[in-house]
Nanobody, 124 residues
Framework: QVQLVDSGGGLVQAGGSLRLSCAFSGGTFSSYAMGWMRQAPGQEREYVAAISWSGISTYYSDSAKGRFTISRDNAKNTVYLQMDSLKPEETAVYYC?????????????????WGQGTQVTVSS
């Protein structure tokens, strides 16, 4: 059974940076596209970024483009999200997700597996 464990959230000032990590276990990591989603209070869960199984292709929401970087280490079964120039409106619970097709992360989103989430709070 695939399990995803998110970590790295915390409190940061506006303009600051955080790096989220997601540890994958219970399956073949390199068979899955990976992504990050977020959910702010009272809002729907939204797509932030995704990466192909090989790491060659990366995808970003318009709000994340240019400030966030998704990467993966297939030797460590881990995916990362580097977030720079954070804004207060990006305060949310951030979730790691896995899917056989990256399209399921970018639309919906409708992944096959979710992490438990990690809280990111950006103060103004």
């Amino acid at each position: 059974q695939v399990q995803l464990v998110d970590s790295g959230g915390g409190l940061v000032q506006a303009g600051g940076s955080l790096r989220l990590s997601c540890a994958f276990s219970g399956g073949t990591f390199s068979s899955y596209a990976m992504g990050w989603m977020r959910q702010a209070p009272g809002q729907e869960r939204e797509y932030v970024a995704a990466i192909s199984w090989s790491g060659i292709s990366t995808y970003y929401s318009d709000s994340a483009k240019g400030r966030f970087t998704i990467s993966r280490d297939n030797a460590k079964n881990t995916v990362y999200l580097q977030m720079d120039s954070l804004k207060p409106e990006e305060t949310a619970v951030y979730y790691c997700a896995a899917a056989k097709a990256a399209s399921r992360l970018r639309v919906g989103p409708d992944p096959e597996y979710w992490g438990q989430g990690t809280q990111v709070t950006v103060s103004s």
